[in-house]
């Protein structure tokens, strides 16, 4: 079992900085691709970034060049630093860790954060 819980959310205008922070307890996170998703009111859960254990990474292209994902295995953390933040990047952000090759559809995670909000102001 993996216990993770993200830290870091909070309100922030437009044009601002966030980073993100995930936790991990229960089991090492070396083995795992470790998954950001986030889900807005109203709308399905959506892919973010995801790095492998080996530090391949991934990120949505609304996401590209604004968002970075990062791991670090020796403490089991990951981070997701956001820049550049918009209204509609507004939602829950969940952490995930997963086992799945893609890395990109949350069917493949099998353990989930509780989520941090993120509110982006104009």
């Known amino acids: 079992q993996v216990q993770l819980v993200e830290s870091g959310g909070g309100l922030v205008q437009a044009g601002g900085s966030l980073r993100l922070s995930c936790a991990a307890s229960g089991r090492t996170l070396r083995v795992f691709a470790m998954g950001w998703f986030r889900q807005a009111p109203g709308k399905e859960r959506e892919f973010v970034a995801a790095a492998s254990w080996s530090g391949i990474v991934n990120h949505a292209d609304s996401v590209k060049g604004r968002f970075a994902i990062s791991r670090d295995n020796a403490k089991n953390m990951a981070y997701l630093q956001m820049n550049s933040l918009k209204p509609e990047d507004t939602a829950v952000y969940y952490c995930?860790?997963?086992?799945?090759?893609?890395?990109?559809?949350?069917?493949?995670?099998?353990?989930w954060g509780q989520g941090t909000q993120v509110t982006v102001s104009t």
């Open positions: 995930a860790a997963g086992y799945g090759a893609s890395m990109i559809r949350n069917t493949e995670y099998a353990y």
